[in-house]
């Protein structure tokens, strides 16, 4: 019985709590209400494209819409070929066709949230992934209508972690904070990244562990991630993300 309630004590510690302030400051902030008065401009964090002569790969994310965003963020990829005047931008969203081609600006807000980068490529680097990343986006067994299911998955985040596990030279994972990334789109419960670096266990993505170079390790339960970033000296705390010594 009390290895039982410590196991409790250290959920709550752990997995609860962190969620629940970060509700708490979530509400209290200023989001927007409705995708309608929401901001899907430009945050200008991307060069113009046409400034920008080599290829380019990014990973992009920013925190998503509604109480969700207390706890989760949403990604999506971009591509610039070389010589090209236009980014390419691919999400996977809720309605209509799940995979979105250039539905929205290549580094827009996401429900007015600004984003980040999470991967960038420059110049022969990225010119050698974009085929690789094109081909792991065709790839995608879930860009059929009704593929897209907000929680436990597959969703945007599953999208986006499906194409970086299949060009293993992306060497990074999604943010912690990006709920339904662990979700199993091969189906097998059990998987090692390409690589064979990170292996992976889950329960259909309801709760699951990950260990290796890029994932650290990680403790995953009902989309909330707790764990260690042994790369950059850092910890994993349930809906804040990762705080770590060391920059990506």
């Given amino acids: 019985m009390r290895t ?39 945050s200008a964090l991307l060069p113009p494209a046409a400034t920008v002569p080599e290829a380019r790969v990014y990973i992009l994310s920013a925190r998503t819409g509604g109480l969700k965003g207390a706890v989760s963020e949403h990604s999506w990829i971009v591509v610039k070929e070389e010589g090209g005047a236009q980014y390419e931008r691919w999400d996977k969203v809720g309605w209509g066709m799940p995979v979105r081609h250039n539905g929205y600006p290549a580094d827009g807000r996401w429900y007015s949230n600004e984003p980040r980068v999470v991967f960038a490529a420059a110049g022969e680097r990225a010119a050698t992934l974009i085929p690789k990343v094109r081909a792991a986006i065709e790839s995608y067994p879930f860009a059929m209508r009704g593929g897209y299911h907000i929680f436990p998955g597959p969703n945007s985040n599953s999208f986006v972690a499906h194409v970086m596990r299949q060009v293993p030279e992306i060497d990074v994972s999604l943010p912690p904070v990006s709920v339904g990334r662990d979700y199993p789109t091969g189906g097998r419960l059990a998987f090692l990244d390409p690589d064979g670096r990170d292996l992976h266990l889950s329960l259909f993505g309801y709760a699951g562990l990950s260990a290796g170079w890029k994932s650290g390790f990680e403790i ?29």
């Fill in 4 to 42: 039982l309630k410590l196991m409790l004590l250290g959920f709550l510690v752990v997995f609860v709590l962190p969620a629940a302030a970060s509700a708490a400051i979530w509400y209290f902030g200023d989001h927007a209400t409705s995708w309608r008065t929401a901001d899907w401009s430009s």
């Fill in 220 to 248: 995953n339960f009902l989309g909330l991630v707790a764990g260690l970033d042994f790369r950059r000296l850092g910890i994993k705390v349930p809906a804040f993300g990762t705080f770590a010594l060391i920059e990506a």
